[in-house]
């Protein structure tokens, strides 16, 4: 009965509540595809560092006195337990020479399957007895091709490759810098182990693998740091989150437009009404049955509305992954009913909370005043 009176005030009174329908459905829409947007925006950064997510980085302890790691601290760390692959790594700053130009570029000694595993090859090959490997950056700023010669420190190499250019990393950046092997590093340099980029066997056991290798390392003094490139991700995964709910808060104001909407139209609705609830009352009709009408009607208004936008927001998601990242994979995923989820109870409860004043100001008319209204 409730439901059917609910319906029969809505029809009265059509396009007011199209328009609350509309406002409504607008503030869900933009609630949810902001936040199918956001969860996109945070997957498609995360997907850059998923191959370095296993990775620690072993460096000296440049305030306890030390410069560079020794190679039995390096041959430690592959015998630990849970450990996949240890790379260890020289590197220097050291003046190279081509084709006129001159500057002082990082360098570092690695052995070649190390290279290989790490780094994709844009032009040539990774070959580094004998020869070099420099990265995309510094090849097109020198001008420097595959079997171009280039001076380190005095030494003539010649270029056997030239390195896909990586992007950000948080390891070693190959871009602007010349790879050597370990026995050509140390023809130019006296350079150490400066690092050593550790892989343990899955996600879960890094901080198993930090705790073995500070315990190995640090047993009388604090003689490496050990960094695992799993707090990043952690970091960025914290920073997305706070942008994404900062952006659903700035879409949720127009829900709160829309619940402004319903409370005019349900107050308009009370005070043009005003006779018909007298009658109501005056023939036995409780508060609450009053109430719950009244109720009612914003229940409708807000479940269609919620409904249609929840459904709208998958097609806004979409288009703003196009538009802006390129990519809409990230769509499709769990998070997106996460999101419509919550898009649809917000625009339900604001719905809700919207038609509470005006329901109970109806249901506290008295008949007798309610009779006389003009």
Known sequence: MYLELAKRNLERAKVRSLLAVVGILIGVMAVSAIGIFGESLKATVLENFEDVANELIVSPNYQEGYKYLEKKDVERIEKLPHVDSAIPIKSDSLLVEAKKKKAYLPIYGMEEED????????????????SCVVGKRLAD?????VNSKITINGREFRVAGILEDTGA??????NTAILLSPDDFSKVSDAGYTMVIVRADSLDLVDNVKKEIEDKLNSREEKVIV????IILERINEAFSQINTFLMAI??????VAGVSILNIMLMSTIERTKEIGVMRAIGAYRTTILK???????????????IGSVLSIAGGYAIDYLILQN??????PATLIYIFLGFSV???????SGLYPAWRASRLEPIEALRFE
């Not at 290279?115 to 004998?130: A, C, Q, S, T, Y």
């Not at 700023?141 to 091709?145: E, G, H, L, P, T």
């Not at 960094?227 to 799993?230: A, C, I, S």
């Open 141 to 145: 700023f020198a001008d420097i091709r």
């Open 251 to 256: 879409a949720s104001i127009s829900l709160l």
């Open 293 to 307: 009408i009244f109720l009612f009607e914003a229940v409708i208004l807000g479940l269609i509305g919620s409904i």
């Open 169 to 174: 990393r948080f390891d070693i950046n190959p």
């Open 347 to 353: 625009g339900l409860a604001t719905s809700v909370v």
């Open 115 to 130: 290279v290989e595993e790490m780094f994709d090859v844009e032009k040539g090959v990774i070959r580094l007895k004998g």
């Open 328 to 333: 809409v994979k990230y769509v499709f995923q």
């Open 227 to 230: 960094f695992d490139l799993k």
